[in-house]
């Protein structure tokens, strides 16, 4: 996974700043952004794959951060990656991933 440096984002504050489970990217979309994003290729490597989304925090209106944990078909263990998603509840788009 790629490293970002440097993002500085607005935040939310108050209690809006946890949005409800029911609004996170599902673990799917969240597969398929990490895939995409990283440019891995699901075809050959999504069957042997998990990802599961285990908490979000809003950032702004449209942004959201949230902890997913991934099981890589071709990486030995679990891995931790921080994601950036954009849009809406029913659309969310993967902005930035880093792993911890």
């Known amino acids: 996974l790629g490293e970002i440096s440097q993002v ?3 935040t939310v504050k108050g209690p ?3 949005p409800d489970k029911a609004t996170w990217p ?3 979309q969240a597969k398929s ?3 995409r994003i990283s440019k891995w290729d699901i075809s050959k490597h999504g ?5 599961s989304v285990k908490r979000c925090m809003r950032i702004d209106e449209y942004s959201i951060a949230c902890e997913l ?3 890589l078909g071709w990486i030995e263990g679990e891995k931790f990656v921080e994601s950036v998603f954009e849009g809406a509840p029913d659309r969310w788009t993967m902005v930035a991933s880093k792993n911890r």
């Open 26 to 28: 599902s673990s799917e």
């Open 33 to 35: 952004e990490l895939f």
């Open 16 to 18: 809006d700043r946890i």
């Open 8 to 10: 500085i984002l607005p």
């Open 47 to 51: 069957d042997g794959s998990t990802v």
């Open 69 to 71: 944990s991934a099981h």
